[in-house]
C-alpha cells in the first residue's frame, strides 16, 4: 500500500537550511575570537536567521507532514546544534 503524501512535506531539506546558517558561527568560533569586534553582533543574527528558518520549517511540518523518519533527525540535530550555539554565545 502506498501512502500519499504532500508534494510540500518536510523533509531533511526543510531542517538542513537551518543547520547551513550555523556552520559559518562554529567556524568563526574555532578561527576567530568570538568576543571581539563585530563577531558577536553577527553571531546574534545567525542566531536569529536560524529560528526564523526553524520556525518556517515547522509551520511547514505542521501543515503538511513530514516525509520520512530521517527528516526528523535532521530536526534533532539542527535543534541541538541551535541550543549549543546559543548556549555558547551567552557564556562569553
Known amino acids: 500500500m502506498t501512502e500519499t503524501q504532500s508534494p510540500h512535506a518536510a523533509s531533511e531539506g526543510t531542517w538542513a537550511l537551518p543547520l547551513l546558517v550555523l556552520i559559518p558561527l562554529t567556524v568563526l568560533r574555532m578561527f576567530a575570537d568570538p568576543s571581539a569586534g563585530p563577531w ?53
Open 40 to 92: 558577536p553582533v553577527l553571531g546574534w543574527c545567525l542566531i536569529a536567521l536560524a529560528v526564523l528558518l526553524l520556525a518556517a520549517g515547522w509551520a511547514t511540518a505542521f501543515r503538511h507532514g513530514s516525509r520520512r523518519r530521517g527528516a526528523w533527525g535532521t530536526c534533532l540535530l539542527v535543534h541541538a546544534a541551535l541550543v549549543w550555539q546559543t548556549v555558547l554565545l551567552l557564556r562569553q
